[in-house]
């Protein structure tokens, strides 16, 4: 696993080890130091920036200013400090030139790989399994549910800076390309939706292995993958 910690950034001070509301958690009164949910969001961008700094870098800073609305004022600022004992800056002008720089990276990494203008969209990023995006809870996504979920029509997608969260299931845009990329017949969703419907069906082992993988990285979506689901659901019975 990179360490992509400075060196002089391991001197911590107060504010990493002061204890602030936890936002991960509904409970009033339940609280967590600030430092352990900043070594949360760095471990989970660790464990899929491919060894890329600039992608590690603007996934950390993306997901701190992503917790920094979910604070009180002044657990917000406890944060901040926290986070820039860390060696996070979570201003805007800090978190534009991260973008730029992953946005750079991202561009040499599709020039190493003879990427060429035509490069279809529903390529996933990662294309071996060791590559692959886990978490250390155990939620894990490979090549081989990357096919079964194409074998539907669907896939799993990094989405970074969607509103929405930097991963979503989503709709296969082009069949056809992705049929000739897989091997095998993909066939074509007419939305997200119809996707999202064949995961909550849970009735696959890619749609449970999804389902856990959403639940550690997009928890918001997810929820409203089931709540779409449910008022299906109930849609279809006032039709009968």
């Not at 060696?87 to 992953?102: E, R």
């Not at 081989?144 to 800076?161: M, P, S």
């Not at 292995?209 to 639940?215: N, R, T």
Request: with cysteine; glycine share 8%.
């Amino acid at each position: 696993m990179p360490d992509f910690i400075p060196e002089q950034a391991r001197v911590i001070g107060g504010a990493w080890n002061t204890f602030i509301a936890n936002p991960m958690v509904s409970t009033t009164g339940a609280y967590i130091k600030a430092g352990a949910l900043i070594e949360r969001e760095e471990l989970a961008a660790q464990n899929t920036c491919g060894l890329y700094y600039e992608i590690y870098d603007v996934r950390v800073l993306g997901a701190l200013r992503g917790l920094l609305t979910k604070f009180s004022p002044e657990d917000r600022k406890v944060f901040e400090q926290a986070a820039s004992e860390r060696g996070h800056l979570l201003d805007d002008a800090s978190y534009a030139d991260a973008q730029k720089a992953y946005a750079e990276c991202m561009a040499e990494i599709q020039q190493e790989q003879g990427a060429s203008d035509d490069c279809q969209d529903d390529e996933p990023f990662f294309n071996d399994d060791d590559a692959l995006p886990n978490t250390d809870e155990g939620a894990y996504w490979s090549s081989e549910l990357d096919a079964a979920a194409a074998k539907e029509g669907w896939g799993l997608r990094e989405t970074f800076g969607s509103p929405h969260g930097d991963w979503q299931v989503l709709m296969i845009d082009d069949a056809a390309a992705s049929s000739k990329r897989f091997g095998f017949d993909v066939p074509q969703l007419n939305s997200d939706e119809q996707a999202w419907l064949l995961v909550m069906s849970e009735a696959e082992p890619v749609h449970h292995a999804v389902i856990e993988f959403m639940g550690f990285n997009n928890p918001e979506m997810l929820e409203r993958m089931r709540a779409f689901h449910e008022a299906s659901g109930k849609t279809l019975l006032a039709q009968n």
